[in-house]
């Protein structure tokens, strides 16, 4: 009866701290949402400083994968200085060597070839190229859909159209204290905000 009640005590305890053993730093705490953006509102316990960050989630298609999956495409800032697109999927998208990436937004001309990294896992591709991410956030900013499209040689072919309304205030959250460049042509109607270029 003793060890039927010490082990009533330790799963009790392992449940009390598994409840709160994860820190908000790891978790969806602090997100709200503005049409289909998730804005993340937390603070670096490190630094005291703002981890800013945006997401929008969608379904991607792969050649090699028989139904669709998770992606989400995040606009962030690294330490206050880079700014980094980061498009993450549920499959293995390619290599470094061999990913060919190119996107379109709404009906604007699309652009093959960008510029990009594909992380280690072959799961993750980086936009942190400074010229090619002001092209992007200046035709995100006043676009509906976009629609990326994938090519590699060990990957296969992969496809997802996130809906990005609402990016403006995604990308002044995200961007709101990073030296982010200037758009090469800005809409000349469109007044320049403070911080963002």
């Known amino acids: ?14 449940l009390v701290l598994c409840g709160c053993a994860r820190d908000p730093f790891v978790t969806e705490a602090g997100e709200a949402r503005v049409h289909e953006w998730w804005i993340v509102h937390q603070v670096d316990r490190v ?3 703002a981890l800013p ?10 050649s090699n994968v028989e139904y669709p999956r998770v992606s989400s495409l995040q606009l962030t800032c690294m330490e206050g200085k880079q700014p980094l697109i980061r498009l993450a999927f549920d499959f293995r998208i390619g290599t470094e060597e061999n990913t060919m990436l190119g996107y379109r937004f709404d009906d ?15 799961k993750i591709v980086v936009i942190d190229d400074r010229e090619t991410i002001a092209r992007f956030v200046a035709e995100l900013e006043k676009s509906q859909t976009l629609y990326v ?12 159209e996130y809906p990005v309304a609402g990016a403006w205030t995604a990308i002044r959250a995200a961007f709101a204290n990073c030296d ?18």
Do not use: E, W
């Open 53 to 62: 960050s945006a997401f929008v989630y969608a379904k991607a298609s792969n």
């Open 180 to 197: 982010m460049p200037a758009p090469a042509q800005l809409n000349p109607g469109r007044a320049r905000l403070p911080g963002i270029y």
């Open 108 to 122: 604007l001309p699309g652009h093959q070839n960008v510029t990009t990294r594909v992380l280690a896992n072959k």
């Open 47 to 49: 630094t005291d400083a």
């Open 1 to 14: 009866m003793r060890g039927v009640a010490s082990i009533c005590m330790i799963v009790a305890a392992s």
């Open 149 to 160: 499209r994938i090519r590699s040689i060990d990957g296969g072919r992969t496809t997802v």
